[in-house]
């Protein structure tokens, strides 16, 4: 995708970044890329005309008209104030690298992946061997999944789960078999597992009846633990360059007013900075 149009690469849509490029809330230095990329206003600008012009606004009415009541993913911070002044809220957090957080969680966020087997047999014990066959072989299939995703073995878990029915029945239940791989299962444990969930999902269990096995199921779950973040300047090079600076900013309640810009990797904790609460 070619992205915001004053990415340079081809954009012609506006988008929230050339929105906030033209009201100078971004750097037109650009700090893309570490301060190797620059931003286009001009860009920005052309993109923004004709939405602006279906409104019957021009682009200055127009943007602002569209930011002031956005709260977006990574530009979050660009429009938390405006948002929390509509809605009587007095103090907003900021993370340090709020375009991150979505990417950060998913990074930590449980894997799962289901490996299943269908069998079709009796649950007898003379059918065991085969079965514990067929774990086996998902086994396997798990361990490969995990070692593909570079799970540690510490954060790897393994949860077994046996689809069962009466014979003659049209559905089945899945039963978790408790205590596998520690504990290893026996066909009347299984048995009673299943009429206990037959008894729980529909109220009653036929005892004696046949049972048979649709399906084994093994479900895998990993993860990757992310170490607590501590707070670091960032692109401490540029933080030299642009630790403080002026610049015009248009704010929907004063218009354009040269606003004073404080880079962020030269914040340290406690630090108070005072504002224009106009």
């Not at 939405?51 to 019957?56: D, H, Q, R, T, V």
């Not at 790897?156 to 290893?184: C, H, I, K």
Request: aromatic letters at 6%; a negative charge; proline letters at 5%.
């Amino acid at each position: 995708m070619p992205g915001p149009a004053c990415y340079g690469r081809g954009g012609v849509l506006p988008t929230v970044s050339d929105a906030n490029l033209y009201l100078g809330r971004l750097s037109p230095d650009g700090l893309l890329l570490g301060g190797r990329t620059r931003m286009d206003v001009d860009a920005a600008e052309k993109a923004l005309r004709g939405p602006a012009e279906a409104l019957g606004l021009d682009v200055m009415a127009a943007t602002i008209r569209a930011t002031s009541r956005s709260c977006l993913g990574g530009a979050s911070a660009l429009h938390a104030m405006d948002v929390a002044r509509a809605l009587g809220i007095s103090r907003v957090n900021v993370p340090e690298l709020p375009g991150l957080l979505c990417a950060q969680g998913l990074i930590g966020a449980e894997q799962c992946e289901s490996f299943v087997r269908s069998v079709l047999m009796p649950l007898t014990d003379a059918s065991l061997s085969e079965l514990t066959s067929h774990i086996g072989a998902l086994q396997t299939e798990a361990d490969a999944w995990f070692a593909a995703d570079e799970i540690a073995e510490q954060h790897r878990e393994l949860r077994l789960a046996l689809d069962m029915r009466y014979v003659g029945q049209n559905f089945e239940l899945s039963v978790p078999v408790s205590g596998w791989p520690a504990t290893m299962f026996d066909a009347e444990a299984l048995r009673i597992a299943f009429l206990i969930a037959h008894e729980h999902n529909y109220g009653f269990n036929s005892g004696a009846a046949p049972i048979e096995i649709v399906n084994v199921r093994l479900d895998s779950f990993g993860c990757h633990p992310v170490a607590a973040q501590t707070a670091t300047p960032v692109m401490l090079v540029q933080a030299s360059r642009l630790e403080r600076s002026t610049r015009l900013v248009t704010f929907e309640h004063v218009g354009t007013v040269p606003a004073t810009v404080i880079w962020r990797g030269s914040l340290q904790p406690e630090t108070s900075v005072s504002t224009d609460r106009r």
